[in-house]
Protein backbone atom coordinates (compact mmCIF):
# COMPACT_ATOMS: atom_id res chain seq x y z
CA UNK A 1 0.00 0.00 0.00
CA UNK A 2 1.07 3.66 -1.18
CA UNK A 3 2.75 6.02 1.40
CA UNK A 4 2.16 8.42 -1.16
CA UNK A 5 0.32 11.45 0.51
CA UNK A 6 0.18 14.67 -1.30
CA UNK A 7 0.65 17.95 0.30
CA UNK A 8 -1.94 20.68 -0.05
CA UNK A 9 -1.64 24.05 -1.10
CA UNK A 10 -3.37 25.39 1.81
CA UNK A 11 -0.69 24.29 4.58
CA UNK A 12 -0.68 21.47 6.85
CA UNK A 13 -3.35 19.61 5.22
CA UNK A 14 -2.77 16.49 3.14
CA UNK A 15 -5.51 14.63 1.18
CA UNK A 16 -5.35 11.27 -0.66
CA UNK A 17 -6.05 7.39 0.18
CA UNK A 18 -5.63 6.79 4.13
CA UNK A 19 -5.03 3.77 5.78
CA UNK A 20 -8.53 2.71 5.88
CA UNK A 21 -9.08 3.62 2.21
CA UNK A 22 -6.21 1.11 1.10
CA UNK A 23 -7.88 -1.47 3.64
CA UNK A 24 -11.39 -0.83 1.55
CA UNK A 25 -9.65 -0.77 -1.45
CA UNK A 26 -7.43 -3.88 -0.81
CA UNK A 27 -11.25 -5.73 0.20
CA UNK A 28 -12.49 -4.67 -2.48
CA UNK A 29 -10.14 -6.17 -4.78
CA UNK A 30 -9.88 -9.69 -2.76
CA UNK A 31 -13.89 -9.45 -4.01
CA UNK A 32 -12.96 -8.93 -7.27
CA UNK A 33 -10.43 -11.68 -7.16
CA UNK A 34 -13.53 -14.13 -6.03
CA UNK A 35 -15.39 -12.88 -8.73
CA UNK A 36 -12.80 -13.93 -11.57
CA UNK A 37 -12.17 -17.25 -9.78
CA UNK A 38 -16.08 -17.65 -10.49
CA UNK A 39 -15.77 -16.85 -13.87
CA UNK A 40 -13.01 -18.86 -14.55
CA UNK A 41 -14.27 -21.83 -12.69
CA UNK A 42 -17.26 -21.94 -14.62
CA UNK A 43 -15.06 -21.88 -18.02
CA UNK A 44 -12.91 -24.66 -16.60
CA UNK A 45 -16.17 -26.61 -15.88
CA UNK A 46 -17.70 -25.51 -19.37
CA UNK A 47 -14.74 -27.06 -21.16
CA UNK A 48 -14.54 -30.16 -19.17
CA UNK A 49 -18.23 -30.65 -19.83
CA UNK A 50 -17.44 -30.04 -23.87
CA UNK A 51 -15.49 -33.46 -23.94
CA UNK A 52 -17.75 -35.72 -22.12
CA UNK A 53 -18.44 -38.21 -25.35
CA UNK A 54 -21.84 -37.38 -27.16
CA UNK A 55 -23.86 -40.54 -28.67
CA UNK A 56 -22.01 -39.93 -31.66
CA UNK A 57 -18.90 -41.32 -29.11
CA UNK A 58 -15.66 -39.19 -28.41
CA UNK A 59 -15.46 -37.25 -31.20
CA UNK A 60 -12.51 -34.93 -32.18
CA UNK A 61 -9.61 -35.82 -29.71
CA UNK A 62 -7.54 -33.04 -30.79
CA UNK A 63 -10.50 -30.49 -30.40
CA UNK A 64 -10.97 -32.47 -26.49
CA UNK A 65 -7.36 -32.11 -25.75
CA UNK A 66 -7.61 -28.61 -25.87
CA UNK A 67 -10.49 -28.13 -24.05
CA UNK A 68 -9.12 -29.42 -21.74
CA UNK A 69 -5.98 -27.72 -21.37
CA UNK A 70 -7.89 -24.81 -21.49
CA UNK A 71 -9.97 -26.24 -18.84
CA UNK A 72 -6.88 -27.14 -16.44
CA UNK A 73 -5.42 -23.63 -17.23
CA UNK A 74 -8.50 -21.90 -16.03
CA UNK A 75 -8.88 -23.76 -13.04
CA UNK A 76 -5.57 -23.05 -11.84
CA UNK A 77 -6.08 -19.62 -12.74
CA UNK A 78 -9.43 -19.60 -10.55
CA UNK A 79 -7.54 -21.42 -7.78
CA UNK A 80 -4.83 -18.74 -7.71
CA UNK A 81 -7.47 -15.92 -8.07
CA UNK A 82 -8.60 -17.04 -5.19
CA UNK A 83 -5.21 -17.42 -3.34
CA UNK A 84 -4.21 -13.61 -3.82
CA UNK A 85 -7.98 -12.87 -2.58
CA UNK A 86 -7.02 -14.58 0.47
CA UNK A 87 -3.39 -12.63 0.78
CA UNK A 88 -5.45 -9.17 0.36
CA UNK A 89 -6.68 -9.60 3.45
CA UNK A 90 -3.25 -9.46 5.57
CA UNK A 91 -3.40 -5.42 4.32
CA UNK A 92 0.23 -5.36 3.87
CA UNK A 93 2.20 -3.00 1.52
CA UNK A 94 2.89 -4.07 -2.31
CA UNK A 95 6.30 -4.26 -1.32
CA UNK A 96 5.47 -6.96 0.93
CA UNK A 97 2.49 -8.75 -0.62
CA UNK A 98 3.98 -9.09 -4.37
CA UNK A 99 6.58 -11.60 -3.05
CA UNK A 100 4.06 -13.65 -1.45
CA UNK A 101 1.58 -13.14 -4.81
CA UNK A 102 4.51 -14.24 -7.27
CA UNK A 103 5.22 -17.72 -4.56
CA UNK A 104 1.35 -18.50 -5.00
CA UNK A 105 1.69 -18.49 -8.57
CA UNK A 106 4.66 -20.44 -8.89
CA UNK A 107 3.43 -22.89 -6.38
CA UNK A 108 0.38 -23.04 -9.25
CA UNK A 109 3.17 -23.84 -11.98
CA UNK A 110 2.20 -20.27 -13.71
CA UNK A 111 4.45 -16.98 -14.17
CA UNK A 112 4.44 -14.46 -11.28
CA UNK A 113 2.92 -11.89 -14.09
CA UNK A 114 -0.57 -14.24 -14.07
CA UNK A 115 -1.84 -12.18 -11.55
CA UNK A 116 -1.27 -9.08 -13.32
CA UNK A 117 -4.40 -9.15 -15.68
CA UNK A 118 -6.42 -10.86 -12.34
CA UNK A 119 -5.95 -8.09 -10.37
CA UNK A 120 -6.37 -5.34 -12.95
CA UNK A 121 -9.30 -6.76 -13.54
CA UNK A 122 -10.54 -6.67 -10.45
CA UNK A 123 -9.56 -2.92 -9.82
CA UNK A 124 -12.20 -2.42 -12.83
CA UNK A 125 -14.78 -4.73 -11.32
CA UNK A 126 -15.07 -2.22 -8.36
CA UNK A 127 -18.77 -2.31 -7.08
CA UNK A 128 -19.07 0.80 -4.52
CA UNK A 129 -19.25 4.54 -5.00
CA UNK A 130 -16.43 5.18 -2.05
CA UNK A 131 -14.07 7.05 -4.53
CA UNK A 132 -10.95 6.77 -2.43
CA UNK A 133 -11.12 3.13 -1.53
CA UNK A 134 -11.29 3.24 -5.42
CA UNK A 135 -8.46 5.11 -6.37
CA UNK A 136 -6.44 3.04 -3.29
CA UNK A 137 -7.65 -0.41 -4.97
CA UNK A 138 -6.12 0.97 -8.42
CA UNK A 139 -3.40 1.93 -6.77
CA UNK A 140 -2.09 -1.02 -5.19
CA UNK A 141 -3.44 -3.12 -8.23
CA UNK A 142 -0.91 -1.50 -10.05
CA UNK A 143 1.93 -1.43 -7.69
CA UNK A 144 1.24 -5.27 -7.37
CA UNK A 145 0.82 -5.71 -10.70
CA UNK A 146 4.52 -3.49 -11.68
CA UNK A 147 6.37 -5.31 -9.11
CA UNK A 148 5.00 -9.10 -10.31
CA UNK A 149 5.79 -7.85 -13.50
CA UNK A 150 9.55 -6.93 -12.65
CA UNK A 151 9.87 -10.78 -10.93
CA UNK A 152 12.14 -12.34 -13.17
CA UNK A 153 12.70 -15.61 -10.95
CA UNK A 154 10.04 -17.17 -12.53
Given amino acids: MSDDVFPDSFGEMTHGPGPEDFANGAAALAAGLVREAQALAQSAAALRAATVPGPEGVGDVRRARLALHAGGEAAMRAALALDAAAMLG ?34 LDFRTDDAAARIAASTLAAELCALLAADTTG
Fill in 90 to 123: ANQRAAELAPRLAEAAKRAGLPAATVAPLLRAAA
